[in-house]
């Protein structure tokens, strides 16, 4: 096992014993630590080059779980990021998922948001289930995962609707710690894949037709601006 540290901190851990990782992450925390599982071999181009990745707001995944496995069965993705699970953590289908050929991390919530991220490369080794800047901050929104030499972010962004108001400063005070958070994953060095629901409609064509004010969309030069950065 080697630590890769940068200035005072370890940002990363390369190891070949997925054991002695579990033991780590158990014993040190996972809260400003970055993980990366290697596979017995170098990352190659033979093995490692290609990988599919796919996000989907399911809205409900013990309503949608067959419409959830049927699709798995025929994309046959290495990588699902799950957004809007509406489901608590022990609601959550991981027999269901296992048995398609997925393992699976995933943080819950009752009624509301949830994110969970499925791999068939290997148990995603859990890294974070919430993202910093606001400990204060419960809504289950954010959540990463090691897979394969890849650190894998699942986010469902704030909707931010009504507009002004405290969700949509909610909204932008969230894209805040988030690019406050990828600029450090940038900086660290960290291959890394940020995926999910960004809920921001930057033209007419991100979404679909509807009778809305523009008040009540996900459009708003602010947020397409975060977005962007």
């Excluded at 699942?154 to 990828?182: E, M, S, T, V």
Aim: neutral net charge; hydrophobic residues 40%.
């Amino acid at each position: 096992m080697e630590a890769i540290s940068r200035g005072r901190q370890s940002v990363a851990i390369y190891t070949t014993d997925r054991e002695a990782l579990r033991d780590h992450v158990q014993r040190l925390g996972t809260g400003d630590w970055r993980w990366i599982w290697r596979e017995q071999h170098e990352v190659s181009h033979s093995k490692f080059a290609v990988m599919k990745i796919a996000t989907f707001n399911i809205n409900n995944i013990k309503r949608r779980l067959a419409n959830l496995l049927a699709w798995l069965g025929e994309a046959e993705p290495d990588i699902v990021c799950l957004q809007e699970l509406k489901a608590t953590d022990g609601a959550f289908p991981s027999a269901a998922i296992h048995s398609a050929g997925y393992e699976a991390v995933w943080r819950g919530q009752p009624t509301y948001n949830g994110v969970a991220i499925l791999s068939k490369r290997g148990a995603p080794i859990l890294t974070r289930r919430d993202l910093p800047g606001d400990t204060d901050d419960a809504q289950s929104r954010y959540i990463e995962a090691a897979v394969s030499g890849v650190l894998v972010a699942c986010l469902y962004l704030p909707n931010g609707n009504p507009q002004p108001g405290p969700k949509f400063d909610y909204k932008l005070a969230w894209f805040d710690r988030l690019i406050a958070h990828a600029r450090q994953l940038f900086a660290e060095g960290v291959p890394v894949v940020l995926a999910g629901d960004f809920n921001v409609v930057p033209t007419d064509l991100d979404i679909y037709p509807t009778n809305l004010t523009p008040t009540m969309l996900c459009y708003s030069p602010r947020a397409e601006h975060a977005s962007r950065v």
